[in-house]
């Protein structure tokens, strides 16, 4: 792999943009890890730290190695920088299918994943090249499939992001859209990056822009629903509890016992986070029952439902 002329951090060969991508993700490992420690339950938070890890990984490894001053085989070497890469490039399918619910990318993270990623790096890079030691054969035919996978699941991911909204598109929604497709964008071409062999500077830059990008993205939503959310409960606030009133509704549209706790929650005014601390379940959860809930009860909205739920 091409490595840009070191930039003397210490002894290593460590470019500085490199140094810098490093201290970022260590600063928001620490900060996803509090985040997941306190709301355990919410499993996106545990997958988007998963991708944190393995980007640090990326960098540290990309940063330091091939480097003939240590004493690893070069061999190896070039099999872990190559491995990192693979890693990540893994990953991100399957991350962005279970984080952002596109079902779409399911046949790329659960079979697409192994089969065009891999075993040819398996077979490339583990075995081959540890046999013959030929890295220049090595890079030209070892990322000829994962490139090519590459470009297939950027069109796949597009048509995902599509899919998924294309129910109540809204100017927010759009906006969500292209933001997780530029998100995604740089990690899938990642393979042709190494494949092209554009340097550490490169590599580097391609892989943390995505993050970078994501980072903005899970924010922007953050907010959204903090906002959504604080616009409903004042409107609900407006609205008396009638206890008797949610019980004779909820078995009069056949409510299950989960549904009816939900109920009882959200009349309460309880936010859709709040839910999911109480009850020991993940806000994605809470969404599916609340949909369902919606569904069984013919409303649209939270306001709907109180109002509805607690009249006789």
């Known amino acids: 792999m091409t490595k840009l002329k070191p930039m003397n951090i210490g002894c290593t060969q460590m470019h500085t943009v490199t140094l810098l991508a490093i201290i970022i993700g260590l600063v928001a490992i620490g900060a996803q890890s509090a985040l997941y420690i306190n709301r355990p339950q919410d499993k996106s938070k545990l997958w988007y730290l998963g991708l944190l890890l393995l980007l640090l990984l990326f ?3 990309n940063g330091l190695f091939p480097d003939p001053a240590y004493n690893i085989a070069l061999n190896i070497q070039h099999i872990i920088v190559n491995g990192a890469g693979f890693a990540v490039v893994s990953y991100f399918p399957f991350y962005f299918y279970r984080a952002f619910g596109l079902e779409k990318l399911r046949f790329f993270a659960v079979y697409g ?19 013959h030691g030929d890295l220049a054969f090595t890079h030209k035919y070892g990322y000829i499939i994962p490139t090519c996978h590459s470009f297939v699941l950027l069109v796949a991911i597009g048509r995902s992001i599509r899919y998924a909204y294309r129910e109540k598109r809204n100017r927010n929604r759009y906006i969500e859209e292209v933001a997780a497709y530029a998100a995604i964008m740089p990690w899938s071409f990642m393979a042709p990056v190494v494949y092209f062999q554009c340097g550490q500077l490169t590599e580097t830059l391609f892989t943390n822009v995505g993050f970078v990008t994501i980072s903005t993205l899970l924010l922007y939503r953050a907010v959204n629903v903090g906002r959504a959310e604080q616009k409903l409960l004042a409107d609900l606030e407006l609205v008396p509890i009638n206890p008797e009133a949610i019980e004779r509704n909820s078995k009069h549209f056949g409510l299950s016992n989960r549904e009816i706790e939900i109920v009882y929650l959200i009349c309460e005014r309880l936010s859709y986070k709040e839910i999911a601390d109480k009850l020991f379940i993940s806000d994605r959860t809470v969404s599916k029952h609340v949909q369902n809930i919606f569904s069984k009860i013919l409303v649209n909205s939270r306001s709907e439902l109180v109002k509805k739920m607690n009249d006789f």
């Not at 065009?116 to 046999?131: Q, R, T």
């Open 59 to 61: 960098n540290v490894v």
């Open 113 to 131: 994943v192994p089969l065009f990623l891999l075993l040819p790096y398996l077979a490339f890079f583990v075995i081959g090249y540890s046999v």
